[in-house]
């Protein structure tokens, strides 16, 4: 099965479609994987532009 792609809630909104029997545990696990690094690099950014701010 090809990995989630799209925004957040385009994810989701796929994800919410799929049945149980469609997904295996490997794919359920990169599919999280994929997310965190995400959500990490997301937080990276935002914490880096906040820095920002707050030298002015």
Partial sequence: MDDLEGT???RLDRL???G???VSH???R???ERALRDWS???DTLSVLGEG???Y
């Fill in 8 to 10: 957040a809630a385009e």
């Fill in 41 to 43: 690099e997301d937080q």
């Fill in 20 to 22: 149980g029997d469609e």
């Fill in 26 to 28: 490997d794919w359920t």
């Fill in 30 to 32: 990169r599919q999280l």
């Fill in 53 to 55: 701010r707050e030298d």
């Fill in 16 to 18: 919410a479609r799929l």
